[in-house]
């Protein structure tokens, strides 16, 4: 519900095909008894914050979303990749959903950062080396003294971008 419903007034969804949407999902949720974070409740938010928060985002769980940005959860160990509506439908009815193997790419990350440099910096200019479409096709595993130096809000951030760099996973 989180890239359905607008930033500033949470309660009043003027686009009727989103209305729908919610309505739906709210609908089915309540009959199939599926935990749900209501839009007024305090676990609302983007998915992507939320799973890590909540504690749903676990190292070495499958963690698959409809948003791309899913790779952030890749900073907590977990295999994380955002999917499409129809591949959703998929995994809500099978618990389950065909992939490619993704071939692998490890960034190792040495020496230490200037203060002045974030993980977006390091995720731009991995981007700047290697394109925008350099990652497609692979699982980005980050490694190194500069990775483990860094917060988890930073790692978040590293691998939150992968998907700038083309790759689903990171």
């Not at 309505?23 to 199939?32: D, S």
């Not at 499409?84 to 993704?102: H, I, Y």
């Not at 731009?124 to 809000?153: D, F, Q, R």
Request: charged share 15%; net charge negative.
């Amino acid at each position: 519900a989180d890239h359905a419903i607008p930033t500033r007034q949470r309660d009043a969804i003027d686009d009727p095909q989103a209305a729908a949407q919610i309505a739906e999902l709210e609908a089915n949720v309540a009959e199939f008894s599926v935990p749900y974070a209501a839009l007024s409740g305090p676990e609302q938010g983007i998915v992507h914050v939320i799973g890590p928060e909540t504690g749903f985002t676990l190292p070495g769980t499958t963690v698959v979303c409809g948003d791309s940005h899913t790779t952030t959860h890749g900073a907590f160990g977990a295999l994380a990749f955002g999917i499409g509506a129809s591949e959703q439908t998929t995994v809500m009815a099978a618990q389950a959903l065909r992939q490619t193997k993704a071939r692998t790419m490890k960034v190792e990350l040495v020496g230490t950062r200037h203060p002045l440099t974030f993980a977006k910096d390091i995720a731009l200019a991995l981007i700047a080396k290697i394109g925008a479409n350099g990652a497609v096709g692979h699982a980005v595993e980050y490694v190194g003294p500069a990775v483990s130096a860094m917060t988890m809000a930073e790692r978040m951030t590293l691998c939150n971008m992968t998907i700038e760099a083309g790759s689903r996973i990171g």
